[in-house]
């Protein structure tokens, strides 16, 4: 039984380690202003611009507001750090206030067994 459950949990770390998608959409939450702790349920569009920021090195985004945007990167950063060793982060912004609440994004970002 315990071969199992390494088993299962083996199965469901690789295909996280494969799918920031869906990584995010099982494991990663988000503060909703008005419901409070959610599931990050991507919107088709989010969908899309992920596999972009996977598949392009370089990626300049020309975007509108309150799209989700910094969130997904936020949460595709989650991803590349636990799942890529080899892998550097670095986000640009704006304002140091801009910058802080980016950080902040991917710590509130809950993963599995938080």
Known sequence: MAKDIKKIIA???IK????????MRK???IQHPT???ILFNLYPFQGKVLHLFRDN?????????QLGI??????????????HKDKNVLALATTQATAKKLKQGSRGTRCPGE
């Open 57 to 65: 090195q370089f990626l300049i985004t020309l975007k509108s507001r």
């Open 70 to 83: 910094s969130t997904l990167a936020a949460g595709y950063s989650l991803w590349l750090m636990l799942f």
């Open 27 to 29: 494991y990663c939450y």
């Open 11 to 13: 199965q469901e770390y």
């Open 16 to 23: 996280c380690a494969k799918d920031p998608e869906y990584f």
């Open 35 to 37: 419901r409070g702790r």
